[in-house]
C-alpha cells in the first residue's frame, strides 16, 4: 500500500520561501502525474500544480510564477519549491496523483505565512 509523506514546512514570512518534499513508498510514482494540493481553513483540498512522468509542468493562475514542481524518479520523490509567499497561500500541503488519486493520502505538511 502506498504511502505519501510530506515534509517540509514551517512559518515564514511574506516574502519567505520553503521547499517542500514529498517521499513515496509502497508504489512506483514515476509513472503517474503527480500534484500537490492545498487545503485551508474550512475550504476544500485543492490542485496548484502537477507535473507529468517526463516532467511537464502545470499550475493554478495564483502561484504561477512563484511555485515550481519538480521530482526525482530515482528517489520516488516530488517537490515543490515555493517562492514569495503570501499569507493567503498558508495551508496544509499534500501530494498525490493528479489522475485517480491513491486513497490514502498522506499527513500533510504545514505552511503558514505570517504578514
Known amino acids: 500500500q502506498v504511502q505519501l509523506v510530506e515534509s517540509g514546512g514551517g512559518l515564514v514570512q511574506t516574502g519567505g520561501s520553503l521547499r517542500l518534499s514529498c517521499a513515496a513508498s509502497?508504489?512506483?510514482?514515476?509513472?503517474?502525474?503527480m500534484g500537490w494540493y492545498r487545503q485551508a481553513p474550512g475550504k476544500q483540498r485543492d490542485l496548484v500544480a502537477g507535473?507529468?512522468?517526463?516532467?511537464?509542468?502545470d499550475y493554478v493562475d495564483f502561484v504561477k510564477g512563484r511555485f515550481t514542481i519538480s521530482r526525482d524518479n530515482a528517489k520516488n520523490t516530488v517537490y515543490l519549491q515555493m517562492n514569495s509567499l503570501k499569507p493567503e497561500d498558508t495551508a496544509i500541503y499534500y501530494c498525490?496523483?493528479?489522475?485517480?488519486?491513491?486513497?490514502?493520502w498522506g499527513q500533510g505538511t504545514q505552511v503558514t505565512v505570517s504578514s
Open positions: 498525490n496523483k493528479v489522475h485517480g488519486p491513491y486513497g490514502r
Open positions: 509502497g508504489s512506483i510514482i514515476s509513472s503517474h502525474t
Open positions: 507535473i507529468t512522468s517526463n516532467g511537464v509542468t
